[in-house]
């Protein structure tokens, strides 16, 4: 959608050209593709050659690797090193205070985290200075958390 956000944030209402086009296309009845049009997709698709993976190219998969349970429902895998990591929490979870031994970088990739009576969703961003105190924090619907430590 491209119309102004509504008053709340969590909604963008839709341009009066949008309402239009969502309304005809509620209207016309369910159209079968034309026939061969998924062979000639697949087709199309198996001619690109595939990306060649550089040298020197870390990758990390999601469902691969080691993790690490650091609390109930909340499960860690490390990344590039000792400084970066993802966390995965389940719906309800909850991180305990903890004290900041390096600045952190925080950043929600998805779902929500509820910290010190605000809520916070993807894309939003944390720094903690080293030293600093952390109060708990947790998720209602469940979140995935990228981490990274700055050494000084």
Excluded: N
């Amino acid at each position: 959608m491209t119309g102004k956000p509504a008053a709340s944030e969590d909604w963008i209402e839709p341009t009066p050209e949008e309402r239009a086009l969502a309304s005809l296309d509620m209207a016309m009845p369910p159209a079968a593709p034309p026939d061969g049009l998924w062979a000639k997709i697949e087709r199309r698709l198996s001619a690109v050659q595939p990306i060649a993976v550089p040298a020197g190219l870390d990758i990390e998969r999601f469902a691969t690797g080691p993790w690490r349970r650091m609390v109930p429902g909340v499960r860690m895998k490390r990344l590039w090193g000792k400084h970066m990591f993802i966390l995965d929490c389940e719906p309800g979870s909850v991180v305990p205070p903890h004290k900041h031994g390096m600045f952190e970088h925080t950043l929600i990739l998805s779902g929500d985290v509820q910290a010190e009576g605000e809520e916070y969703g993807p894309g939003d961003y944390f720094g903690m200075a080293a030293g600093t105190e952390h109060a708990a924090w947790s998720t209602k619907g469940g979140c995935r958390v990228l981490i990274q430590y700055d050494p000084a």
